[in-house]
């Protein structure tokens, strides 16, 4: 069946060091491809989004680009910053569907 | 604007008992989403409305769970009898158009013990 699958957390990092979460699907036809991100308190907030192959999303320093070959949908950043720690999470949404797959989320820490 | 509220934040109830959670969408929002996340796991879909219509329940889990819109405004989500596995996060989500735009609430953390 349609899933999504990412890297197992924690993620502890030092700030400015290179970020990279690994996030996998496995879904039929084409699907849109969405990094949401949940921060302390907060709901899950949309940080980017990609909807057919080879897009790069890209958002507040975050890119992910949507890989139909390897299916893949890895999130980076160049330089984390403390403020971005929180738990993000990979999920997919089918052609013609309002719902979302998503994947079991990765806590990032980022330390001073 | 205000954004999508639930309530409450968090429940702990015994095994047994009843609980319902409330969810408040942006208003205007014609679409309203509740999801779960079980502690560690995926969030899932659990069910969507249209208004006050049922679009897709196809994810609620079994019979104990029952969700309802009244007048296609808030939404209210039941839980009778509550069991340990339903323990987890209840998220709901509002959109007036499609998938691409979501806004969650933060969430209703329920315990059952």
């Known amino acids: 069946g349609d899933s999504v699958t990412q890297m197992e957390g924690p993620v502890t990092l030092s700030e400015e060091a290179f970020l990279t979460i690994n996030c996998t699907y496995t879904a039929t036809g084409y699907p849109s491809l969405f990094w949401y991100v949940q921060y302390p308190g907060e709901g899950l907030q949309l940080l980017l989004k990609?909807?057919?192959?080879?897009d790069k999303g890209s958002n507040k320093g975050f890119e992910a680009t949507y890989r139909k070959e390897t299916t893949s949908f890895h999130l980076e950043k160049g330089s984390v910053q403390v403020s971005d720690s929180a738990v993000y999470f990979c999920a997919l949404s089918l052609s013609g569907a309002n719902n979302l797959f998503f994947g079991t989320g990765t806590r990032l820490t980022v330390i001073p | 604007e205000a954004g999508v509220t639930q309530f409450p934040s968090h429940s702990v109830i015994e095994k047994g008992q009843t609980v319902t959670l409330r969810c408040d969408p942006i208003s205007g929002h014609d679409n309203l989403y509740w999801y779960r996340r079980v502690m560690g796991k995926e969030i899932k879909f659990l069910l969507h409305f249209v208004k006050e219509s049922k679009q897709d329940e196809s994810g609620m889990p079994n019979n104990r769970f029952l969700a309802e819109r009244t007048g296609g405004t808030y939404s209210t989500l039941k839980v009778q009898p509550a069991e340990l596995e339903d323990s987890g996060v209840y998220f709901c989500a509002s959109s007036q158009g499609g998938r691409f735009t979501y806004t969650f609430g933060s969430g209703t953390r329920l315990t059952v013990v």
């Open positions: 990609a909807t057919k192959a080879d």
